[in-house]
Structure formats: structure tokens, C-alpha cells
């Protein structure tokens, strides 16, 4: 797939520091989106 090999790429690029930092805010903006959906 497209979008895995995109990924692994960005995943390759940058530090481990950025990765951390985007890994924690995908973590945030999901529980946003579990938290929204139990209030709908």
C-alpha cells in the first residue's frame, strides 16, 4: 500500500522525538474522538 510505505518513510526521516510527539497527539486527538462520540 501507498500509504504504509509513506509512513515507514516519514518514520524513517524523522527523530525518534518527533515520532514520540506525534505518536502522543494521535493518541490525544483519538480519545477527543471516543469522548465526542460518547456524548453524541
Known amino acids: 500500500m501507498v500509504i504504509?510505505?509513506?509512513i515507514l518513510h516519514l518514520?524513517?526521516?524523522i527523530s525518534t522525538?518527533?515520532?514520540v510527539t506525534v505518536l502522543l497527539g494521535?493518541?490525544?486527538?483519538a480519545l477527543l474522538i471516543?469522548?465526542?462520540n460518547k456524548k453524541a
Open 4 to 6: 504504509s510505505s509513506i
Open 11 to 13: 518514520t524513517l526521516t
Open 17 to 19: 522525538k518527533d515520532l
Open 26 to 29: 494521535l493518541t490525544k486527538f
Open 34 to 36: 471516543r469522548k465526542a
